[in-house]
């Protein structure tokens, strides 16, 4: 038991080392953080080299350690909460953090955004985990940014649901509309019927309209 004992600390301590050269941490530094995600994972119910795992995947995609220590505490305590892969959960927070521009001190209103979104519905915080990096790439190509468009993308993933088999398809399908919103042909094809399409949907986003929202009433106007 105590040769067991030793392995884990020697392998929670190594895992710690390589945070540390990462981020260029003092071997005080380091020590005083290995102390600190201890607690943290204490806190979210989560063993410590879960949380090792999901601060090296916010670091690997480009977090500060300031922000992954930040993030991972709300990541940590949701990942136990909806049962959701802390890889995928870690991921999907830094796509809404890189691509949405949120704050990493928003982390948590995020996390809530989601998880009452997949209460609401089928899509569930364990989708929304695995597929949100992809999903807010194309939402931010949208000029989308902040809490809000969490919770729009989000919302807009029930809907899909209902009209599909599984969440992959749903993710699937919420990415083709998001993608083809911009797309040459959508633009040609909307310009048939004497419609601007990027004017309509300037103009649609400043009365304050997602662009799920705009796409459908513009849609629904056009073809009558």
């Given at each position: 038991p105590l040769n067991g004992m030793r392995e884990t600390a020697n392998a929670y301590e190594s895992s710690m080392t390589d945070i540390a050269q990462k981020a260029n941490l003092t071997r005080e530094a380091a020590r005083a953080y290995g102390v600190d995600m201890l607690k943290a994972a204490k806190a979210a119910n989560q063993m410590p080299e879960a949380m090792q795992q999901g601060v090296d995947v916010l670091m690997g995609f480009g977090a500060s350690l300031p922000d992954a220590g930040e993030m991972i505490r709300p990541i940590g305590r949701a990942a136990t909460a909806y049962k959701a892969e802390m890889s995928d959960l870690s991921a999907a927070t830094f796509a809404v953090k890189d691509n949405l521009k949120v704050a990493a001190t928003d982390t948590g209103r995020v996390i809530d955004?989601?998880?009452?979104?997949?209460?609401?519905?089928?899509?569930?915080?364990?989708?929304?985990?695995?597929?949100?990096?992809?999903?807010?790439?194309?939402?931010q190509a949208l000029g989308q940014q902040g809490v809000g468009a969490v919770a729009d993308l989000a919302a807009a993933l029930q809907i899909t649901r209902k009209g599909t088999g599984d969440s992959a398809s749903a993710a699937t399908n919420l990415s083709n509309i998001l993608q083809k919103m911009a797309s040459p042909d959508t633009i040609k094809n909307f310009a048939k019927f004497g419609v601007d399409l990027p004017a309509a949907l300037k103009k649609a986003y400043a009365e304050g309209k997602t662009p799920i929202e705009a796409i459908s009433d513009l849609t629904n106007k056009t073809l009558k």
């Amino acid at each position: 038991p105590l040769n067991g004992m030793r392995e884990t600390a020697n392998a929670y301590e190594s895992s710690m080392t390589d945070i540390a050269q990462k981020a260029n941490l003092t071997r005080e530094a380091a020590r005083a953080y290995g102390v600190d995600m201890l607690k943290a994972a204490k806190a979210a119910n989560q063993m410590p080299e879960a949380m090792q795992q999901g601060v090296d995947v916010l670091m690997g995609f480009g977090a500060s350690l300031p922000d992954a220590g930040e993030m991972i505490r709300p990541i940590g305590r949701a990942a136990t909460a909806y049962k959701a892969e802390m890889s995928d959960l870690s991921a999907a927070t830094f796509a809404v953090k890189d691509n949405l521009k949120v704050a990493a001190t928003d982390t948590g209103r995020v996390i809530d955004v989601m998880a009452q979104a997949g209460k609401s519905g089928a899509f569930e915080m364990k989708d929304m985990a695995q597929y949100f990096p992809q999903l807010t790439a194309g939402y931010q190509a949208l000029g989308q940014q902040g809490v809000g468009a969490v919770a729009d993308l989000a919302a807009a993933l029930q809907i899909t649901r209902k009209g599909t088999g599984d969440s992959a398809s749903a993710a699937t399908n919420l990415s083709n509309i998001l993608q083809k919103m911009a797309s040459p042909d959508t633009i040609k094809n909307f310009a048939k019927f004497g419609v601007d399409l990027p004017a309509a949907l300037k103009k649609a986003y400043a009365e304050g309209k997602t662009p799920i929202e705009a796409i459908s009433d513009l849609t629904n106007k056009t073809l009558k």
